[in-house]
């Protein structure tokens, strides 16, 4: 077979292999990414559709690379430095303490002399990038105060290649790169050249293509930017996934940031799948069934060594236990990294050729089961912990604030885009946030009870406030807080009952409805209409109900709740029933009458 049609074919079976797996382990419930792997050794080692897994490995490292790129974009600079005590703590923590564990492991099991078993100890360390985001992105918790975490080590473990790589040099004897001190000073001058590059070089690129109004050019500027900077980092001696991270992280402030993740999502898409694939591809099964019991102990002990390490870790700096449960069951695997190691490891001389093999087979199998794992975390999680999400209000500047994004928030919020607004949402529901985000809401996570996040969230800009929280108790604090700090902002506000718009009205704010009175009118409407009355007719009884509602709630408001009720039920005649509304003087001068006045509810 030509070249060519090698190519196409293997293209072919891989697509194919995606297109199968994702949605079968999908809708059983465990991922896609482990069809993709299911995909990849079916394809591979089972019926050796493609034999050469690594090279592929190598293309489809791309989908990594992007996927750090639209992470980057995701974080602003002072985000990063926000997030710099996990990084730089609690990440290199976990590396050097699982890595002095692992190694103590690794020098027991009498497989490796004691250089090789730092090396394999440090490696072994070291997780998956791509498997841990990609579960993280799938569940929707990125966001989320553990899946920051998460992140935190696993970008501290991308900066520790470089310094693990010069460890395998000084350990081998000088074989291999005989300067690395001015490998890791290359390395530094890499990341300053970026940061530098991105800030002054980046958005006058993309402002100079705008302006051409070639959408394809775009593209191009958005691929080129993205694997560029990969490369450059290569060269240094880094992984490109952290090039691709710092030149996301410069253009996250840069007002093409939508644009661009837009344009790189689907190549993202695509090559992560080819990615997972070609880990499977990559798997050999002649190194499982000759290692099999060796590798049946080592794979679990690895992840438990692991996962009790970082969970004692994230519990020792502050995560409460259901976090550091997460945190733990999603980063026990083996890396990416890990393979680069091992095999500058057998060149060195460290190990043989044959352990590294065995070493990389280990590492794939605890990628293979890492979403199950992680499936099954939410067995050890405890109590009704209420699930925090970062507070990250970049971009929240809109005219309208609301706060609570409940059914009747919802409902408000569609009428208002739909109308050319933007509204900026904030609610204190991880859950709600994320289904409001995948519908393109512009939603934050905070407690809209406290100053100093109305003030993120850009109350100093909003002409009103929309306060459509569910529980009257925290309406009312969100309500006497902006009339205390911020009172050029109009206030709309959802009542729970007939008594708390009495009591919002008491406080004078701009607008109150009751959150089931226009809901009640129409049904009552429409209920009349299919009892056979004429729809006008209707509409006359509905608009006659709401009049009188209105004037004895004006009333209540200024005499109080039972001033309604006694002069309800001091009248000489009972509420009068449902009727065709009357237009006699009588009816205009009775709004007390009617059956709205029976309950407080009403």
Not at 15 to 38: D, E, N, Q, R, W
Request: charged share 20%; glycine share 10%; net charge negative.
């Amino acid at each position: 077979m030509s070249a060519p049609n090698a190519f196409f074919s293997e293209t072919i079976l891989l697509l194919g292999g995606a297109v199968v797996a994702a949605p079968i382990f999908k809708k059983l419930g465990l991922g896609t990414v482990l069809g993709y792997l299911a995909a990849g050794v079916v394809i591979g080692p089972v019926f050796h559709g493609i034999t050469d897994g690594e090279q592929i490995l190598g293309v489809a490292e791309l989908g990594v690379v992007f996927l750090l790129f639209i992470i980057g974009l995701e974080l602003k600079p002072s985000r990063l430095w926000q997030m710099r005590r996990d990084i730089f703590g609690l990440g290199t923590a976990q590396v050097v303490v699982t890595g002095l564990a692992l190694t103590a492991l690794a020098y027991l099991s009498g497989v490796l002399e004691w250089r090789g078993s730092i090396v394999a100890g440090f490696g072994l360390a070291l997780s998956s990038t791509a498997f841990a985001m990609q579960i993280l992105e799938g569940t929707g918790e990125v966001n989320t105060k553990y899946g920051q975490r998460s992140f935190s080590v696993l970008l501290l473990q991308d900066l520790a290649i470089v310094p693990l790589l010069a460890l395998i040099t000084v350990l081998g004897g000088g074989q291999g790169s005989n300067t690395p001190f001015l490998d890791f000073a290359i390395a530094i001058g890499a990341v300053i050249a970026m940061i530098v590059m991105g800030r002054y070089l980046l958005t006058p690129l993309f402002q100079v293509i705008a302006r051409t109004g070639a959408r394809e050019a775009m593209i191009a500027a958005a691929l080129f930017v993205v694997m560029g900077s990969a490369t450059l980092m290569q060269f240094a001696g880094l992984s490109m996934a952290m090039g691709a991270f710092l030149s996301g992280i410069m253009l996250a402030e840069s007002s093409y940031r939508h644009e661009l993740e837009a344009d790189i999502e689907p190549f993202r898409g695509v090559l992560l799948a080819i990615f997972f694939i070609a880990v499977g591809l990559s798997l050999e099964l002649q190194v499982l069934v000759d290692n099999a019991l060796f590798i049946v102990a080592a794979v679990p002990i690895i992840m438990a060594v692991k996962a009790a390490v970082i969970y004692a870790l994230c519990r020792a700096s502050g995560s409460p236990h259901n976090d550091a449960i997460r945190i733990a069951f999603l980063l026990p695997q083996g890396g990416e990294f890990g393979f680069v190691l091992f095999t500058a490891a057998a060149t060195a001389g460290l190990m043989p050729s044959s352990t590294a093999s065995l070493l990389v087979a280990i590492v794939t199998l605890t990628m293979a089961l890492t979403p199950i794992g992680s499936a099954l975390s939410s067995r050890l999680l405890t109590g009704d912990e209420h699930e925090e999400l970062d507070e990250d209000f970049a971009g929240a500047n809109a005219d309208v604030l609301m706060v609570g994004f409940s059914r009747f928030g919802q409902i408000a919020a569609q009428i208002l885009l739909a109308g050319g607004r933007d509204v900026t949402v904030i609610d204190f529901s991880a859950d709600r946030i994320r289904q409001a985000s995948s519908f393109g809401f512009r939603i934050y996570f905070g407690d809209g009870t406290r100053k100093d996040v109305l003030r993120s969230a850009g109350i100093d800009k909003a002409k009103i406030v929309v306060v459509c929280t569910q529980k009257r108790e925290i309406t009312d604090k969100v309500v006497e807080l902006v009339q205390a700090d911020y009172p050029h902002a109009k206030l709309f506000v959802r009542s729970y009952d007939r008594i708390h718009s009495i009591a919002l009205r008491n406080l004078n704010v701009d607008y109150e409805l009751r959150e089931t009175l226009e809901s009640g009118l129409l049904f009552g409407r429409r209920t009349l209409q299919a009892l056979g009355v004429g729809e006008a007719e209707a509409y006359e009884i509905g608009e006659d109900i709401r009049r009188r509602d209105e004037e004895r709630l004006v009333l209540q408001v200024s005499e109080g709740l039972q001033a309604g009720r006694d002069m309800l039920f001091s009248h000489p005649v009972r509420p009068e029933p449902l009727v065709k509304p009357k237009r006699s003087m009588e009816m205009d001068a009775d709004p007390l009458a009617g059956p709205a006045d029976v309950t407080a509810d009403a």
